[in-house]
Structure formats: structure tokens, C-alpha cells
């Protein structure tokens, strides 16, 4: 597995047989250099998106017509890109798991909004992608929430790429709070952060926060193997 962050809370996840790419904005992207684009979508199976707001989604119609790749997201959000932009998409809900080139990617529950401009596109939501023998918790954007308890215990959760920048989401305290009541992480990678000036611009709260815990304040475009 290895993993590879595109700046906000866009990543690169090449796992089993798939290259999928999480909440890939990149166009207007402050933290993402343009001129590297086609690295970053290179090879690309799928790309998964949490929600729709334009920090999230922005890229997505375009790098699915370059790719010739499906969009897997709550079947709402799925839809409406299927209708006013053409696009291949799996879309399902809460509770389901898609199969995706060998990995497995469950939708879960987050605690956030969701839209695209003023058009509801259904509900916000995570993953849990596995494979390879790891499980890695895809937070999306969210609070603290008591649905982290059972989703903790189910699917136990080796690698947390965790929104933490504060303001639009939970902020470094909190997402150490849930971190360690929730879950049993060996491996944490913060998001959402560092993008705008609202945000948190350090991960060393986290990181004091989790002794024991690899936390790792990632790089743009810099690959790395949990």
C-alpha cells in the first residue's frame, strides 16, 4: 500500500489492484502545485468523494472523463454528477461495500453537510477502505460523533487519515480525542488543514496528543508506506 497526499483532503491511495483517488481537488488548490496533475492522476481506477462541497469535488467530473473512471460515492451525490456530467459512477449508501479492484471500500456515517451550490446532493460520509491487510478510516469531513464507537470496533482501523484543521471541521484536539477513544490506531495521517489561513497550519497537537502513534504530517505528492 502507499499513500499519497494531494494537499487539503485530497489523497492517493494505491491499494490491491486500485489506484483510487479520495476527494481529489486540485484545480485552485492552494497547496497543489498544478504543473504535476498528471502525476497525481496517473494510472487512477476510481476516484471516491465524500461529500460535495467544491473542496472536495471540484476535480472530479474532470479527472473521471480523462481517466474513463467511475465516481463512487452515496448514490445521491453519484447521481447527479451521472446526470448533468455523463459520468460512470457506483453509486450506493451507508452500510454498503463496493468491491474496487480488490480493495473494498465501505461508505460510513459523518457529521458534516452537503452540497453542490445550493442543490442538496444526499449525505456527507466516510470510508473504510481495506486491503492488503490494513484498514484505512477515511474520516471526510466531520465532528466527534458516537458512531465512531461501533465503527471503531467493527472494522478496526489500523490507519486514520483524519480531518483535523479546526473551524469547518473537528480540530486537532478533537480528532485526538476520537483517536484514542474510539479507535486503536498505529497510523494517523491529518487533513483539511494547512489549505487556508482558518485552518490549522501545525499536526504537532496531534502528535503530542498520540504518543505511541505514528502521525505523520504529510507532503504533498510525497509518497509514503504506513
Same mark, same amino acid.
Given at each position: 500500500?502507499q499513500?499519497?497526499w494531494?494537499?487539503?483532503?485530497?489523497? !492517493?491511495?494505491e491499494i490491491?489492484g486500485a489506484?483510487?483517488?479520495?476527494?481529489?481537488?486540485?484545480?485552485?488548490?492552494?497547496?497543489?502545485?498544478?504543473e504535476?496533475?498528471?502525476?497525481?492522476i496517473?494510472g487512477a481506477?476510481?476516484?471516491?468523494?465524500?461529500?460535495?462541497?467544491?473542496?472536495?469535488?471540484?476535480?472530479?467530473?474532470?479527472i473521471? &472523463?480523462? !481517466?474513463d473512471?467511475p465516481?463512487?460515492?452515496?448514490y445521491?451525490l453519484?447521481?447527479?454528477?451521472?446526470?448533468?456530467?455523463g459520468?460512470?459512477i457506483?453509486?450506493y449508501? &451507508?452500510g454498503?461495500?463496493?468491491?474496487?479492484?480488490?480493495?473494498k471500500?465501505?461508505?460510513?456515517?459523518?457529521c458534516?453537510?452537503?452540497?453542490?451550490?445550493?442543490v442538496?446532493?444526499?449525505?456527507?460520509?466516510?470510508?473504510?477502505?481495506?486491503?492488503e491487510?490494513?484498514?484505512?478510516?477515511?474520516?471526510g469531513?466531520?465532528?466527534?460523533?458516537?458512531?465512531?464507537?461501533?465503527m471503531?470496533?467493527?472494522h &478496526?482501523?489500523?490507519?486514520?487519515?483524519?480531518?483535523?484543521?479546526?473551524?469547518?471541521?473537528?480540530?486537532?484536539? !478533537?480528532?485526538?480525542?476520537?483517536? &484514542?477513544?474510539?479507535?486503536?490506531f498505529?497510523?494517523?495521517i491529518p487533513?483539511?488543514?494547512?489549505?487556508?489561513?482558518?485552518l490549522?497550519?501545525?499536526a504537532?497537537?496531534?502528535?503530542?496528543?498520540?504518543?505511541?502513534?505514528?502521525?505523520?504530517d504529510?507532503?504533498?505528492?510525497?509518497?509514503?508506506?504506513?
Amino acid at each position: 500500500m502507499q499513500i499519497t497526499w494531494l494537499g487539503h483532503s485530497g489523497f !492517493r491511495i494505491e491499494i490491491e489492484g486500485a489506484v483510487l483517488l479520495i476527494d481529489p481537488w486540485l484545480s485552485g488548490n492552494p497547496m497543489f502545485p498544478a504543473e504535476r496533475r498528471a502525476e497525481a492522476i496517473a494510472g487512477a481506477t476510481h476516484v471516491l468523494l465524500t461529500h460535495g462541497h467544491g473542496d472536495h469535488s471540484g476535480d472530479v467530473a474532470a479527472i473521471c &472523463k480523462e !481517466r474513463d473512471i467511475p465516481l463512487v460515492a452515496i448514490y445521491d451525490l453519484a447521481a447527479h454528477f451521472e446526470k448533468t456530467e455523463g459520468l460512470k459512477i457506483i453509486g450506493y449508501n &451507508k452500510g454498503g461495500t463496493v468491491h474496487l479492484n480488490g480493495a473494498k471500500a465501505t461508505l460510513v456515517n459523518a457529521c458534516h453537510s452537503s452540497s453542490l451550490g445550493a442543490v442538496p446532493v444526499g449525505s456527507e460520509c466516510g470510508f473504510m477502505i481495506a486491503g492488503e491487510g490494513h484498514t484505512v478510516y477515511v474520516s471526510g469531513d466531520t465532528d466527534i460523533m458516537a458512531d465512531m464507537d461501533w465503527m471503531g470496533d467493527l472494522h &478496526k482501523p489500523d490507519i486514520g487519515i483524519l480531518c483535523a484543521g479546526g473551524h469547518y471541521t473537528m480540530d486537532m484536539a !478533537r480528532a485526538a480525542y476520537a483517536a &484514542k477513544r474510539y479507535f486503536d490506531f498505529k497510523t494517523v495521517i491529518p487533513c483539511h488543514y494547512r489549505t487556508f489561513g482558518a485552518l490549522a497550519q501545525s499536526a504537532q497537537p496531534l502528535r503530542d496528543a498520540l504518543p505511541g502513534v505514528q502521525v505523520i504530517d504529510p507532503e504533498v505528492l510525497v509518497p509514503f508506506r504506513p
